[in-house]
């Protein structure tokens, strides 16, 4: 258990509006893979459900929080929801990002 899939597509964040090549993360794909990594054109399964709900994160400094580890500070990303369609099961890079709050 715990394991995620990732689709790695461009995705605008919703709060800063950065497009950035992200990793969404998807637990959608669990019962059928175990940590694979998918991008724009491959093709899941030809009869897997429309959109995946996935999880996004963005590191701007507006959109993240500011922490500090061992004195180091990094960017905490913020993270929001993106649902990644599909079209016949290939993944087009079509997708929708919602800002579901801090
Ligand atoms: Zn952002």
């Known amino acids: 258990m715990g ?13 800063c509006g ?12 669990n019962s059928f893979f175990l940590m694979d990594v998918w991008r724009t054109g491959d093709n899941i ?3 897997f459900p429309k959109e995946l709900q ?13 922490e500090s580890f061992n004195g180091k500070p990094y ?3 913020w993270h929001f929801t ?5 079209d016949n099961g290939v993944i087009t890079g079509d997708h929708e990002a919602i800002d579901d709050g801090p």
Do not use: H, N, W
Not at 18 to 29: A, I, N, V
Not at 56 to 66: F, N
């Open 3 to 15: 394991f995620y899939c990732s689709v790695i597509i461009p995705v605008r964040c919703p709060k």
């Open 18 to 29: 950065t497009l950035e090549e992200r990793e969404c993360q998807t637990k959608d794909l």
């Open 45 to 47: 399964l030809a009869d």
């Open 54 to 66: 996935c999880i996004a994160a963005c590191s701007q400094t507006s959109c993240g929080k500011l």
């Open 75 to 77: 960017v905490q990303g």
């Open 82 to 86: 993106v649902v990644v369609k599909l």
